[in-house]
């Protein structure tokens, strides 16, 4: 469920949308967690932020999460690529290590569009 709209001039409304993500790691056992996808225009008009259960929060430009959609793309420790006709891979580089998360693209897609509408501020005349 989303908060309330902002009453700032601008600042649209915030978007929150839970998703299963699958750790792959190296050995055997992957692991499905759920991650929060959230946008909030009002203080990052431009970025979405990835909420682990651990409380690691990974910030990026929204630009990179759907230009990865369509071909592998990369801004900073941050990289996103289709794999496949209905996943996608985020990869997130620390210095502890990288972590490789896939996601249905259909999750991240609906996600996307909940952004730019919550970003869209009707005109009042």
Known sequence: MCPPE?????????V???ARGLVVTDGPLSRRV????????????????FVFPSGTVWSFPRTLLEAGLRAP???GDVEVW????AQTVVEFHSPEGTDVVQFDSSALTRFLRRTYDAATTPVTR
């Open 6 to 14: 902002d009453s700032r001039p601008g600042a649209g409304r915030r």
């Open 82 to 85: 289709p794999c496949g006709r």
């Open 34 to 49: 759920p991650v929060a996808l959230r946008y909030d225009p009002g203080a990052e008009p431009d970025g979405v932020r």
């Open 73 to 75: 793309a990369r801004r």
């Open 16 to 18: 929150e949308v839970r």
